[in-house]
């Protein structure tokens, strides 16, 4: 069964700390990952893309990897800002899309 | 700036009273998604476009319609609004179904 598993489910962190969310999948084929940004009450943000061949890429603060091998991919931010405070969603590409449930980050001051 | 355009932002209906959320975009993307958000859940894609070729998720219920006169526009008709249907509807946008989709604002749907 294709799915697409975030943890932790939320998490609390001061500002200038650095974190790491995860994504583990079971999607088969594999297109390409995605993560994106929803801060409250708006739509998703794209924070970056990656296939298959990409191990790592970087958007500013945040560095996604992607292991194809393990189907695992992680999202770091480096030291978090109060604007940080979002909803980060992985979403899996193959014949369809697969959203994961997303990890609420919440960055106090 | 390209985008997508959702109306209304907010949108508040009695409880079985028809409403139609409006997406509108400027990317001249082929395909275009509708998805609804519940509180703390992951989007659940209701139906999607190419062109003019309507999908529709196996689960959508028939309470859920939707329409795309032009390429620029889309729309999301709930026939008889029940209480579980108070979400966000989320509207999408990909040049093919593959792609990076791009999302608008959302409307967040309120039924009395």
């Known amino acids: 069964k294709n799915q697409v598993e975030q943890s932790p489910q939320s998490l609390i962190i001061l500002e200038g700390k650095n974190c790491t969310l995860q994504?583990?999948?079971?999607?088969?084929?594999?297109?390409?990952l995605r993560w994106y940004k929803q801060d409250t009450g708006r739509g998703p943000v794209s924070l970056t893309i990656?296939?298959?061949?990409?191990n790592t890429k970087s958007n500013g603060r945040y560095t996604a990897t992607l292991d194809a091998d393990t189907k695992q991919s992680s999202l770091h931010i480096t030291a978090s800002q109060l604007s940080d405070s979002a909803s980060y969603i992985c979403?899996?590409?193959?014949?369809?899309?697969?959203f994961g449930t997303g990890t609420s980050l919440t960055v106090i001051p | 700036d390209a985008m997508v355009i959702q109306n209304p932002r907010y949108q508040v209906t009695q409880f079985g009273k028809p409403v139609t959320l409006s997406c509108s975009q400027t990317l001249n993307h082929n395909v275009m998604y509708w998805y609804q958000q519940k509180s703390s859940q992951a989007p659940k894609l209701l139906f999607h476009?190419?062109?003019?070729?309507?999908?529709n998720e196996a689960d959508t219920p028939d309470n859920f319609q939707s329409r795309r006169p032009n390429t620029s526009f889309c729309f999301l008709d709930i026939r008889s609004p029940g209480l579980g249907d108070a979400a966000m509807y989320l509207c999408?946008?990909?040049?093919?179904?593959?792609?990076?989709?791009?999302f608008g604002p959302g409307t967040r749907l309120t039924v009395l």
């Open positions: 990656m296939t298959f061949s990409e």
């Open positions: 476009y190419y062109d003019k070729d309507f999908n």
């Open positions: 999408a946008t990909s040049p093919r179904v593959a792609d990076e989709q791009f």
């Open positions: 994504c583990n999948y079971t999607v088969s084929p594999f297109s390409n």
């Open positions: 979403v899996v590409s193959g014949e369809e899309f697969y």
